[in-house]
């Protein structure tokens, strides 16, 4: 596989704090890869570095294998979509898109139909004489990226595009985004705090904290199997429960479950998802299970989710359907049972 990018060795300080240790990612070409991670964990830093806004204070940045790390912004073949959407309000949508064109010396009529075709394209043909003022925080945001594809870069970076628009919209453009990407074949890298955003559109999601890359791995890989407590805790809801790992089984006041795992012995951490528990009334046969009181149920609309009390005193959470609340009433004492391979043993070091 054709590398798009390649980080390396790279660590940035911001006078004499070390914002990223050093770290290696490579992005391959033509895929949606997603830097996830909270606020200050150093995504939006790193994508700086790759942009040319930042410069490493050690280490290189590769672009199809040519070294990268020294040139400004505008001799990059990569172009950045933010936030804010950076339009000129003084432009309309046709003198927005051109902007960038033109500086390349591109005019005429190959300029023209440079914008018509990526106007229809985000599906903006219609709006082409507008003002930035007259369009929607959408339609702001489908010009930008127009603004930004048509100088047909290598790869298209993209800083929170979407967190200033509502959620209706927002899963919209979730959609289109990765049809867009799907149609255009370069490579995107897409920075999120917003879990689902980065699981809905990403080939692979870089899961950030305090500047390190705690697992790279796609959606399903992330999210069903957590390699540590943050990404656990980070991606979806995840019930905890906390005990010891003595090689066959994990113990915990109250209860002995066996679980294969190459773990270490030693504390460890149970991560079991509130989708994946059962409830049962009688004691059910399967091997993992534990016993539980219910604390409380909460409406969620297409489920409801129970809040039940274990033996060592922490709390699972439990995803059931509506056509099977009536069953369990407040204070009733249940059992809560899972497949073992939807649960994640972690060391807890």
């Not at 790279?10 to 004499?16: A, M, P, R, V």
């Not at 804010?84 to 046709?94: C, D, I, K, Q, T």
């Not at 702001?140 to 959620?167: G, H, M, S, T, Y």
């Not at 030693?266 to 998802?273: E, M, P, Q, Y």
Request: aromatic residues 8%.
């Amino acid at each position: 596989m054709t590398n798009s990018i390649e980080l390396k060795d790279i660590e940035k300080y911001f006078g004499t704090n070390r914002v990223i240790p050093k770290l290696n990612l490579t992005i391959h070409q033509g895929e949606f890869i997603t830097l996830l991670g909270p606020s200050g964990c150093g995504k939006t830093t790193l994508l700086r570095m790759i942009a040319g806004f930042e410069t490493p204070t050690s280490g290189r940045v590769l672009l199809e294998n040519e070294d990268i790390t020294s040139l400004p912004p505008y001799k990059r073949n990569v172009n950045t979509v933010f936030q804010n959407y950076a339009l000129f309000p003084h432009l309309n949508v046709s003198e927005n898109i051109a902007f960038g064109l033109k500086q390349k010396g591109i005019t005429g009529e190959k300029l023209t139909n440079a914008v018509k075709d990526v106007l229809e394209t985000v599906q903006m043909g219609s709006f082409i004489n507008r003002k930035p003022k007259e369009l929607s925080g959408g339609q702001q945001q489908r010009i930008a990226l127009a603004r930004a594809i048509v100088n047909q870069p290598k790869v298209l970076l993209l800083d929170e595009p979407l967190a200033a628009l509502d959620l209706k919209l927002r899963k919209q453009m979730q959609f289109e985004l990765k049809q867009l990407h799907q149609q255009l074949g370069i490579t995107f890298v897409f920075v999120t705090h917003d879990q689902e955003e980065a699981l809905t559109m990403s080939d692979r999601i870089a899961v950030m904290n305090k500047g390190v890359i705690e697992q790279l791995d796609a959606p399903q890989e992330l999210y069903g199997h957590p390699k540590s407590r943050f990404v656990a805790d980070f991606i979806g809801e995840n019930n905890t429960l906390s005990g010891t790992y003595n090689g066959t089984h994990f113990v915990s006041e109250g209860f002995s479950i066996p679980i294969s795992s190459t773990v270490p012995k030693g504390k460890s951490l149970l991560f079991i998802r509130p989708e994946h528990i059962y409830i049962h009334r009688e004691h059910p046969e399967n091997k993992h299970k534990i016993e539980a009181k219910v604390i409380g149920k909460t409406f969620l609309g297409n489920l409801w989710r129970v809040r039940c009390k274990i033996s060592n005193g922490e709390m699972v959470d439990v995803s059931v359907k509506p056509d099977e609340i009536a069953k369990i009433n407040d204070t009733d004492t249940v059992f809560l049972s899972w497949n073992d391979q939807k649960s994640n043993l972690i060391h807890n070091q």
